[in-house]
């Protein structure tokens, strides 16, 4: 049972590359980054952060859409109320 324990306690402490990028940048440098890359355009982009960093905000670029992002929104409990897809609606026609 403890070389169990300490498997699992080894495997809980593995950190992805996924994980390990969100962990290159504080909040507001994160931030700092994704407004840059609003700003410059796809192309300014670099690959690494494509399949990697803007992951973390749920902003995906996938070869079915070229040059397109594919957003993804986390709904907390599954919970939404008319207003809040109201919202995300407009959102979708405004910039989707």
Partial sequence: MEALQKAYEARNKKINKLEKTKQLKNPQEAFNKLEEYARDGYD???????????????IYDRPATPERFMLKLRIPGGHLNSTQARVIGECAKEFG
């Fill in 44 to 58: 300014s982009t670099p690959n690494e952060d494509k399949k990697y960093f803007l992951k973390c905000f749920g």
